[in-house]
Structures are given as structure tokens and as C-alpha cells.
């Protein structure tokens, strides 16, 4: 009799995640929708959708370190918050359709800022987390052992020095 094979292990669906989800989409997309309201958009320069990318990854970045240091807190906690709320809080989407009207010159201009300031704050907040919680003693650590100026080579082969 042949033995049947197991699924790799992978993020596990649950409605508990699929609720989360859908209350921190909500919230998120109420949040942006606020946001909107309180500061319009410049129709001649989005700042206000690039400082909502810009933040949401910023918070992406720190909860993925929270989440690492917090492995007991639930899956549907990380859903609502990682793909519900912030998923709806930033908007690329907004960002596509600035870039459909906008001279080439401004679009290319917008995309590099967009691209670059999200992936720094991204960046910095997981490193600031990750000194946060290194001072405290805690871990693990998501950068731990990667070089970051080159993260499609994956761990690092040094001695273990920072450099």
C-alpha cells in the first residue's frame, strides 16, 4: 500500500483569517478613504497617495519583525492586519491610474520615488524594529544573515561580521 505524500506546510486558511481579512480591508480602505477626504490629492502630483504607500509599507515592514518576535500571536491577526488593512490602506492602484495621464517625464519620476521611498521605509522600519528588539534580547531576526545590498543571493557566507 502506497503511502499518501503530506502538502508542504504554508500558510494555513482558516475563516477566522478570511474575517480578519475582510474587517481590516474594510478598515484600511475607510482609513484611506479618510485620508482623502482630509488632505485631496494634487491631480498635478499624488503626494498624498505616495505618503500612504510610503507609510503603509513603513508599517508592513514593522510588523513583519513584530510578527517574527510574536510567533504566538494568531494567523488571523497577521491577515487582518498584513493583507487586510495595510493591503487596503495602500493603493498602487491609484498610482497606475496617475501614471495613465501624466507626462512620461512625471510618471517615470513618480514610479522612482514610489518604488525607492517605499522600499526604503520598508527598509528602515524593519531595521529599527530589529535594533529594537535586539536591544532587548529578542528575536529572531528577518534581516539576520542576509546581505541587504544584495538579497536575491540570499544568506550571507561571511564570518558572521557586519559590515
Known amino acids: 500500500m502506497q503511502q499518501r505524500k503530506q502538502a508542504p506546510e504554508g500558510p494555513h486558511f482558516s475563516v477566522g483569517s478570511l474575517l480578519a481579512v475582510a474587517l481590516g480591508g474594510f478598515l484600511g480602505a475607510a482609513a484611506r478613504i ?3 477626504v482630509l488632505i485631496p490629492e494634487n491631480p498635478a502630483f499624488p503626494a498624498t497617495t505616495l505618503a500612504v504607500n510610503v507609510t503603509g509599507t513603513a508599517a508592513l515592514g514593522f510588523f513583519s519583525v513584530y510578527f517574527a518576535v510574536h510567533p504566538r500571536l494568531r494567523d488571523w ?7 487586510g488593512f495595510l493591503g487596503a ?3 498602487f492602484s491609484t498610482l497606475v491610474i496617475f501614471l495613465l495621464g501624466a507626462p512620461v517625464a512625471l510618471a517615470l519620476l513618480y514610479v522612482g520615488l514610489s518604488l525607492g521611498l517605499c ?3 520598508a527598509w528602515l522600519a524593519v531595521r529599527l524594529t530589529e535594533a529594537h528588539y535586539s536591544a ?6 528577518i534581516l539576520e544573515g ?3 545590498r544584495e538579497p536575491w543571493q540570499g544568506p550571507s ?6 559590515s
Do not use: H, N, W
Open 136 to 141: 532587548k534580547g529578542r528575536g529572531p531576526m
Open 77 to 83: 491577526c497577521r491577515a487582518g492586519i498584513g493583507t
Open 119 to 121: 522600499g526604503l521605509a
Open 89 to 91: 490602506f495602500t493603493t
Open 34 to 36: 479618510l485620508l482623502a
Open 157 to 162: 557566507q561571511s564570518s558572521g561580521e557586519e
Open 146 to 148: 542576509t546581505d541587504a
